[in-house]
Structure formats: structure tokens, C-alpha cells
Nanobody
């Protein structure tokens, strides 16, 4: 069964940190462009960060402006896992965070995030930033 499973969400105070993980099963994550997206209540889903394949590409990354300098995306192909390190969290980062895998090999990180294309999606993990 092909699936992505996110973990690591929770409640954190403003200024705090969390690390989200996205584990793949049933397919080899290394060949995919991977992305993190989020959806806050009453808002549309938006791209947060993406990272290209390190097998077919160079692992380039893309971040939406609101998270640049605070979030870091990385991948460990040996573990079939992608991470999102989130620092200096703000209340406006509160959302359900989803990871996705894009099999379109012509895409780099920016292309995936801009198109929000995903062949597989996880079920999401809740991140709440509040005092």
C-alpha cells in the first residue's frame, strides 16, 4: 500500500520549535519531489516548502516567503523520510500540515510548490502555535 504518514505536530508556544516527519511506505521516496503544505481553518491549502529528488536531481529547495529563514526542509532517502524543521513559530503558522510526493521528474522544488501537484498525500498533522 502506497502511503505517506506525517508525525511531529502538536501545541507549541510562540517562538518555539517543532520537527515534522513524513514517512513513505510502499514506494521509494528518493525518486520523488517532496513537499510540505498547510491549511488553516477557513483558508485554502498553501505550499510551505518543497525539496527535489536527490536521485534524479540535486535536492534543491523552495520556501514560501513567510517561512524563509525559519523553516528547513530535508530528506533522508535511506529512511524514506522527509522532515520539516520549524523554528521561531508564530500563531499564524497554526494549520494542518500535509506532506506530498510528486512523481513528475520535470519538476524541481519550486515547480512542485507552485503547482501544488502531488501523486500521494499524507493525512496531515496538526500544528498549533499558541500561548
Amino acid at each position: 500500500q502506497l502511503q505517506l504518514v506525517e508525525s511531529g505536530g502538536g501545541l507549541v508556544q510562540p517562538g518555539g520549535s517543532l520537527r515534522l516527519s513524513c514517512a513513505a511506505s510502499g514506494f521509494t521516496l528518493g525518486y520523488y519531489v517532496m513537499g510540505w503544505f498547510r491549511q488553516a481553518p477557513g483558508k485554502e491549502r498553501e505550499a510551505v516548502s518543497c525539496i527535489s529528488s536527490t536521485v534524479t536531481s540535486d535536492g534543491n529547495t523552495y520556501y514560501t516567503d513567510s517561512v524563509k529563514g525559519r523553516f528547513t526542509v530535508s530528506r533522508d532517502n535511506a529512511k524514506d523520510t522527509v522532515y520539516l524543521e520549524m523554528n521561531s513559530l508564530k500563531p499564524e503558522d497554526t494549520a494542518v500540515y500535509y506532506c506530498a510526493a510528486d512523481a513528475y521528474q520535470m519538476h524541481d522544488a519550486q515547480a512542485m510548490c507552485v503547482s501544488m501537484r502531488g501523486d500521494f498525500w499524507g493525512q496531515g498533522t496538526q500544528v498549533t502555535v499558541s500561548s
